[in-house]
Antibody
Framework: EVQLVQSGAEVKKPGESLKISCKGFGYSFTSSWIAWVRQMPGKGLEWMGIIYPGDSDTRYSPSFQGQVTISADRSISTAYLQWSSLKASDTAMYYC????????WGQGTTVTVSS | DIQMTQSPSSLSASVGDRVTITCRASQGIRNDLGWYQQKPGKAPKRLIYSASSLQSGVPSRFSGSGSGTEFTLTISSLQPEDFATYYCLQHNSYPFTFGQGTKLEIK
């Protein structure tokens, strides 16, 4: 069974750094794109960016370019989303998902940023 | 960027009703569109891919149509478990973009 398993909920303070993860199971991790999607409380889905773990080709939405970094470690079938300096407005649920035509979703990681 | 305009933003309907949700793309995207259902507190689930292909395991009351700039998701006979929020996603050109969502509520 194809699965994406995300890291657990995080509570951080403004200005702190954070890296959340998404591990793929049941398929060739290096042969499928991994996207990240944000959902702010009570709001819709926002496409943030995507990475191809096979060669680390990465594309960002202009809305998120420079705000986050997407990376992957193919040796452990894991993709990452990281922030260098969190803001309260980064409070949201973050989903990883497989492929551009998303077919499988992770369970989501809640990030709460509050002083 | 390609803008996806989804309508309506909310919809009130009864069990057994036929419902249609529309997504319009700001430029042609061929059939590079999927439809997703999200229930509260859960990750989204794909219903339709390539605009009109039914995802395995999804009930046949769900159908998709369209190509180019206009797409529809139809639920032929609403069931209680269908009350949720629905999104379209275009994956034709970067950045990929979601519609704003349609919240389907019980009348």
């Amino acid at each position: 069974e194809v699965q994406l398993v995300q890291s657990g909920a995080e509570v951080k303070k403004p200005g702190e750094s954070l890296k959340i993860s998404c591990k793929g199971f049941g398929y060739s991790f290096t042969s499928s794109w991994i996207a990240w999607v944000r959902q702010m409380p009570g709001k819709g889905l926002e496409w943030m960016g995507i990475i191809y773990p096979g060669d680390s080709d990465t594309r960002y939405s202009p809305s998120f370019q420079g705000q986050v970094t997407i990376s992957a470690d193919r040796s452990i079938s894991t993709a990452y989303l990281q922030w260098s300096s969190l803001k309260a407005s980064d409070t949201a649920m973050y989903y990883c998902a497989r492929q551009g035509a998303i077919d499988v979703w992770g369970q989501g990681t809640t990030v709460t940023v509050s002083s | 960027d390609i803008q996806m305009t989804q309508s309506p933003s909310s919809l009130s309907a009864s069990v057994g009703d036929r419902v249609t949700i529309t997504c319009r793309a700001s430029q042609g995207i061929r059939n590079d569109l999927g439809w997703y259902q999200q229930k509260p507190g859960k990750a989204p689930k794909r219903l339709i891919y390539s605009a009109s292909s039914l995802q395995s395991g999804v009930p046949s009351r769900f159908s998709g149509s369209g190509s180019g700039t206009e797409f529809t998701l139809t639920i032929s006979s609403l069931q209680p478990e269908d009350f949720a929020t629905y999104y379209c996603l275009q994956h034709n050109s970067y950045p990929f973009t979601f519609g704003q969502g349609t919240k389907l509520e019980i009348k």
